[in-house]
């Protein structure tokens, strides 16, 4: 009898590749979605779809209790929001009703895959003799990062003793990102932009690489309640991107750099724009606090000894791979 997985977050980006890979393992897959979801793109490797409502404790304990799952990996995550308690009730809330509810089936569950961020941790500075590992303290930018951390900590303060393995990826890239697709649509028009002139030191994982990962912390030894840093294992420049863009498509951008001064007042007009929408901006202070954090340069020597993390992909043969797959899809 193949073992069922139940996975969050299924239609999303991430969550795709996810039970993609979860399928070919030859696990039951089970993906956790919203009745508006998107699903098409997915039906192929999925066994069952199922419609639980995260913040009913009682139906995620009785959906459990039917399934009997061996595996729960949480991958969802709200990234945007108008409101921090919006964001702290599905980050923090949800987070916790489903290992509130894992305990229906703790003779059976093997493990639990929280799937947080490296924004939970946030940036350090540019000359730090040290990269960021899982003892670095919180020092997260915006609410997002924020949710994560209080997400992590409400973990520790009450299921320190679960069998939970937490990881926090790093900039995730790969076939169906929209995020940083954004830059190559922009490098594609043959421009090349940058906010201000200082340099950044960041880190990347492909999307092939954190599921591997994902699904082997669901089946690696490990001690109780643990927690990963995940990237690809090296840190690049700002420029990086941009670098292999060139380099695959053989295309010239121009590369500017625009004051960080007045992205800064474009980013708190933009804010104040969208005051009493229901949408949120695409640049506002927060974000560009992040997006131009010195460093993200990350170590992964515990993922690396305790899950046997080896990423087969660095930034160069990862990217090309995703950049041929949007131009072969024709969203380049």
């Known amino acids: 009898m193949r073992k069922k997985v139940f996975i969050t977050g299924a239609s999303g980006f991430v969550g795709s590749h996810l039970v993609e890979e979860a399928r070919r393992r030859g696990y039951e897959v089970h993906a956790a979605v919203r009745k508006t979801s998107k699903i098409d793109t997915i039906q192929h490797a999925v066994d069952k779809f199922v419609f639980p ?24 995550a709200m990234t945007k929001a108008k409101s921090e308690s919006d964001m702290l009730k599905v980050n923090v809330g949800y987070t916790e009703n489903i290992l509130k ?67 926090r990826p790093t ?21 090349d932009p940058y906010i201000g002139n200082k340099p950044q030191k960041l880190s990347f994982v492909y999307v092939k690489d954190l599921v591997d990962v994902i699904l082997d912390a669901c089946t690696q030894s490990q001690q109780g309640l643990q927690f990963y840093n995940i990237t690809d294992g090296q ?37 104040s724009l969208y005051a009493r929408s229901e949408k949120t901006p695409v640049l506002y202070p927060e974000r560009l606090a992040e997006l131009t954090a010195e460093n993200w340069g990350c170590n992964i020597e515990k993922a690396q000894r305790e899950l046997a993390f080896e990423p087969k992909f660095n930034l160069s043969s990862g990217l090309k791979e995703t950049l041929l797959w949007y131009k072969t899809n024709n969203w380049l």
């Open 171 to 191: 900039a995730v890239y790969g076939p169906r990102e929209k995020d940083l697709f954004i830059l190559f649509d922009t490098l594609s028009k043959g421009f």
């Open 235 to 271: 840190v690049y420049s700002r420029y990086a991107m941009a670098d292999v863009f060139r380099n695959t498509f053989n295309k010239k951008s121009f590369r500017l750099h625009i004051p960080y001064a007045l992205v800064a007042f474009v980013a708190k007009i933009s804010q």
């Open 53 to 76: 409502n995260m913040d009913d404790s009682d139906e995620l304990i009785s959906l459990f209790q039917q399934e009997q799952y061996s595996y729960i990996i949480h991958a969802a």
């Open 101 to 167: 509810a894992s305990s229906a089936i703790k003779d059976i569950l093997e493990r639990i895959v929280y799937v947080s961020s490296l924004a939970a941790v946030g940036p350090i500075d540019f000359e730090s003799p040290f990269l960021i590992t899982e003892n670095t303290p919180y020092n997260p930018l915006t609410v997002y990062g924020r949710s994560k951390r209080t997400s992590e900590e409400m973990i520790k303060t009450n299921f320190s003793d679960s069998p939970i393995s937490v990881l």
